[in-house]
């Protein structure tokens, strides 16, 4: 059981928008820096969302990131087959003393 | 361009040990901390621990699930991270990424190296 929690799965047709949820608490989410993580089959995990909402250089103004309270949230507007993905929250917990990640959305795109 | 490249992955049998290492490029390493994150087959990113630079006294942090058996080190002269993994059990089966303090702004992983842990 992840300390974040993430829908297992996620679809969307190709144009859409989807929106994955990352549900923490106080002693994670509220008070740290949600990053995104994008994994592709085979793939180490790459950074699809810094500090909350920030994109690194090369990723598609399609993703965008936000936070509120004790959740965060990825949405990704006019999706795309490329984007099939697991899609990973990560932050620092303070009570853990540790960095948790929710256990991962698998996205579909139909 | 950041690099980080793992290597020491392999099999080895339950109670057994294996060090991992990470060599690291493109920033300063001695200024970050760094960690390890693994990944079962099949299943989702555990963050496996943390150790930070000089200035924070090198101290480490551990996930519950290693704590005690692994020991992460790092040799800033030689830009290289480590991980010692001892009284290893078969659930500790994985690929193991370094992953880097945030340079600049967010963090860089490697390709990762696969661990098996088979009698």
């Known amino acids: 059981q992840s300390v974040l929690t993430q829908a297992p799965s996620a679809s969307g047709t190709p144009g859409q928008r989807v929106i994955i949820s990352c549900s923490g608490s106080?002693?994670?989410?509220?008070?740290?820096?949600v990053y995104w993580y994008q994994q592709l089959p085979g793939t180490a995990p790459k950074v699809l969302i810094y500090?909350?909402?920030w994109r690194p250089p090369g990723v598609p103004d399609r993703f965008s990131g936000s936070k509120s309270g004790t959740s965060a949230s990825l949405a990704i507007s006019g999706l795309r087959s490329e984007d099939e993905a697991v899609y990973y929250c990560?932050?620092?917990?303070?009570?853990?003393?540790?960095?948790?990640f929710g256990g991962g959305t698998k996205l579909t795109v139909l | 361009e950041v690099q980080l490249v793992e290597s020491g992955g392999g099999s080895v049998q339950p109670g057994g040990s294996l060090r991992l290492s990470c060599a690291a490029s493109?920033?300063?390493?001695?200024?970050?901390?760094m960690d390890w994150v693994r990944q079962a087959p099949g299943k989702g990113l555990e963050w496996v621990g943390r150790i930070r630079n000089k200035v924070n006294s090198h101290s480490t942090e551990y996930a519950a699930s290693v704590k005690g058996r692994f020991t992460i080190s790092r040799d800033d002269s030689k830009n290289s991270l480590y991980l010692q993994m001892d009284g290893l059990k078969t659930e500790d089966s994985a690929v193991y990424y370094c992953?880097?303090?945030?340079?600049?702004?967010?963090?860089?992983w490697g390709q990762g190296t696969l661990v098996t842990v088979s009698s």
């Open positions: 992953v880097s303090g945030i340079v600049g702004d967010f963090d860089y």
């Open positions: 493109g920033f300063t390493f001695s200024d970050h901390y």
């Open positions: 990560a932050v620092w917990d303070d009570s853990l003393s540790g960095r948790v």
């Open positions: 500090r909350n909402k």
């Open positions: 106080s002693s994670n989410i509220e008070w740290n820096d």
